[in-house]
Nanobody, 128 residues
């Protein structure tokens, strides 16, 4: 059974840092793509970053480039999203998702319809 469980959300000050974790079970992390998405109230879900299977290439939304870093630790079965210099615009529920389809995906920021397994999310609030 595939499960994704996020943690690490909370309140962070603008300009600070926060690391989100996504613990995966039920599949081999290195063999599939995993992504972080976020959704703010009243807004559509946005792909933030993804890490590909195999070589672990990472792709980011423009809003995340230079500030966020996605990484994975297969031994810990965990994918991380390191957030640096957050702004109030980064406030959202952050969810991780896994793409367990055998289809090859074009390189680029993650798209929700490409991911078929989702965690419940963790709230991130950015405020002084």
């Amino acid at each position: 059974q595939v499960q994704l469980v996020e943690s690490g959300g909370g309140l962070v000050q603008p300009g600070g840092s926060l690391r989100l974790s996504c613990v995966a079970s039920g599949f081999t992390l290195d063999n599939f793509g995993v992504a972080w998405f976020r959704q703010a109230p009243g807004k559509e879900r946005e792909g933030v970053a993804c890490i590909s299977s195999g070589d672990g290439s990472a792709y980011y939304a423009d809003s995340a480039k230079g500030r966020f870093t996605i990484s994975r630790d297969e031994a810990k079965k965990t994918v991380y999203l390191q957030m640096k210099r957050p702004t109030p615009e980064d406030k959202a529920v952050y969810s991780c998702a896994a793409d367990l389809s055998p289809m090859a995906r074009a390189p680029g920021p993650p798209l929700p319809h490409d991911y078929d397994n989702w965690g419940r999310g963790t709230q991130v609030t950015v405020s002084p």
